[in-house]
């Protein structure tokens, strides 16, 4: 059984950090696909950050040159650190991981796994 848990979140005022994890059991984190998605109450859930089994990385427009997304396979623990935080950013994060390659590696309905979120809330 696959179980993703996520932890990091927080709040902090615009222009900080923060950096999330999720810890994973019943999937390895470095032999398949992993990614972030974040969502505000009334609006779709976005990709944020993907990575590949062989390390290829996949970021939304708006988080590029910010947000960094990588893993410890001896951990087997996916992170998301986060620099430059706006207001913008607000939103829960969520941690996922599909039973196949996705296509589409930031389109969440390519996952079928998903955490319970961590709520990031960054003040101007």
């Known amino acids: 059984q696959v179980r993703l848990v996520e932890s990091g979140g927080g709040s902090v005022q615009a222009g900080g950090s923060l950096r999330l994890s999720c810890a994973a059991s019943?999937?390895?984190?470095?032999?398949?696909?992993m990614g972030w998605f974040r969502q505000i109450p009334g609006k779709k859930r976005e990709g944020v950050a993907a990575i590949d089994s062989d390390g290829a990385t996949n970021y939304a427009d708006s988080v590029k040159g910010r947000f960094t997304i990588s893993r410890d396979s001896a951990k087997n623990t996916l992170y998301l650190q986060m620099n430059s935080l706006k207001p913008e950013d607000t939103a829960m994060y969520y941690c996922?991981?599909?039973?196949?390659?996705?296509?589409?590696?930031?389109?969440?309905?390519?996952?079928?796994?998903w955490g319970q979120g961590t709520q990031v809330t960054v003040s101007s």
């Open positions: 996922a991981a599909p039973q196949s390659r996705p296509l589409f590696p930031l389109f969440s309905g390519e996952y079928n796994y």
């Open positions: 019943g999937y390895s984190s470095s032999s398949g696909c």
